[in-house]
């Protein structure tokens, strides 16, 4: 039973390029998560799926665009990528949206974009 | 305003002290509150629930004032391995999603 997981972990991207972040679970859960966490801003949601074929914004959606390939997996994708994306990238999953307060996070991606 | 705000420190304590954190939440519809804890260059997990009546795990206490909108955390006989960033985090009743602060540091100093 692995959790979470997110590949790749580290990434370094020139200003434009584009690529997708992949995110896994294995805990059979409803609700998926993209966050980005910077420093002194905390843990801001960029997408969510509450269930299987549903996709929506977060707080931080503009730049990244999101798929939920299936109830396992939930991609989160730049397609431009620019300075100001340069974050680490946190995906999570829960059973339910809003069904108490544990989310299981990934490992996280550590990307750099100059 | 961050709707959820909490002092970043860092808190620098001794080995045995009782180190207290506090934060304030501004969306009165926030229902349900929750610490997590993050190791350093970790994801988060959850460390405990916070319930109005107060609860406590080991030397762990969160406490909730809905009247003042703030959550608490009290740590007691603090140990090494308590080094790490705590985050308090809101989850208001019509969304469901959870809102973090942006975490305090706590390092535990022999």
Known sequence: NAGVTQTPKFQVLKTGQSMTLQCAQDMNHNSMYWYRQDPGMGLRLIYYSASEGTTDKGEVPNGYNVSRLNKREFSLRLESAAPSQTSVYFCASNKILGAGGEQYFGPGTRLTVT | ?110
Do not use: H
Not at chain 2, 1 to 11: A, I, S, T
Not at chain 2, 45 to 66: H, P
């Open chain 2, 1 to 110: 305003r961050k709707e959820v705000e909490q002092d970043p420190g860092p808190f620098n304590v001794p080995e045995g002290a009782t180190v207290a954190f506090n934060c304030t939440y501004s969306n009165s519809a926030s229902q349900s509150f929750f610490w997590y804890r993050q190791d350093c260059r970790k994801e988060p997990k959850l460390l405990m629930s916070v319930y109005s009546s107060g609860n406590e795990d080991g030397r762990f206490t969160a406490q909730l004032n809905r009247a003042s909108q703030y959550i608490s955390l009290l740590i007691r006989d603090s140990k090494l391995s308590d080094s790490a960033t705590y985050l308090c985090v809101a989850q208001p009743s019509n969304t469901g999603k959870l809102i973090f602060g942006q975490g305090t540091t706590l390092q535990v100093k022999p």
